[in-house]
T-cell receptor, first 110, second 111 residues
Framework: KQEVTQIPAALSVPEGENLVLNCSFT??????LQWFRQDPGKGLTSLLL?????REQTSGRLNASLDKSSGRSTLYIAASQPGDSATYLC?????????FGRGTSLIVHP | DVKVTQSSRYLVKRTGEKVFLECVQD?????MFWYRQDPGLGLRLIYF???????EKGDIPEGYSVSREKKERFSLILESASTNQTSMYLC??????????FGSGTQLSVL
């Protein structure tokens, strides 16, 4: 069964740091890779979608990259802020059904 | 942008009740999904549907059923609610480009 792993599971950093969140997958057959943010008790909000033909996508302080050959995606958060505190999940689209990682819980403290 | 609407943010039900969770999307997506999310277990797929009246079991379908009579609406049914079905339930639809859109979730408590 294909798996998606997110490392680290939890992260606590001071405000202003640049962060890298990792997402790795075992099956190289990939349609796309999507990053989400989830606040406590809420649904998932899409941050970035990278199609398999792309290498990266950027939105504001966020940059996501995709390396199919190594089975990895990274989410880079620049100049982190307390409002970035949330759980970040990645989802690999490879077939009918997307596969999710379990997320990285991020706390950015002032 | 696409909107996926779940009818309730919070629900409290009693053991044995029949529970209906409704999900509506407004962008004519064919594929829709129901997940439950529990601490430490991540998202687990209950059922998905790839067209009207078409459904497939996910990883944990026991105790649940679904209905998709119209393309925009995908309902999750708990036939006889049990305490171990207390969870956050998330509905999603996916565009032709493969982008997933989620509803805001329903936190269900079964007492």
């Amino acid at each position: 069964k294909q798996e998606v792993t997110q490392i680290p599971a939890a992260l606590s950093v001071p405000e202003g740091e640049n962060l890298v969140l990792n997402c790795s997958f075992t099956d190289s057959a990939i349609y796309n890779l999507q990053w989400f943010r989830q606040d406590p008790g809420k649904g998932l909000t899409s941050l970035l979608l990278i199609q398999s033909s792309q290498r990266e996508q950027t939105s504001g302080r966020l940059n996501a990259s995709l390396d199919k050959s190594s089975g990895r995606s990274t989410l880079y958060i620049a100049a982190s802020q307390p409002g970035d505190s949330a759980t970040y999940l990645c989802a690999k689209g490879g077939s009918y059904i997307p596969t999710f990682g379990r997320g990285t819980s991020l706390i950015v403290h002032p | 942008d696409v909107k996926v609407t779940q009818s309730s943010r919070y629900l409290v039900k009693r053991t044995g009740e029949k529970v209906f969770l409704e999900c509506v999307q407004d962008m004519d997506h064919e594929n829709m999904f129901w997940y439950r999310q529990d601490p430490g277990l991540g998202l687990r797929l209950i059922y998905f549907s790839y067209d009207v009246k078409m459904k497939e079991k996910g990883d944990i379908p026991e105790g649940y059923s679904v209905s998709r009579e119209k393309k925009e609406r995908f309902s999750l049914i708990l036939e006889s609610a049990s305490t171990n079905q207390t969870s956050m339930y998330l509905c999603a639809s996916v565009s032709m480009r493969g982008k997933l859109f989620f509803g805001s979730g329903t936190q269900l408590s079964v007492l």
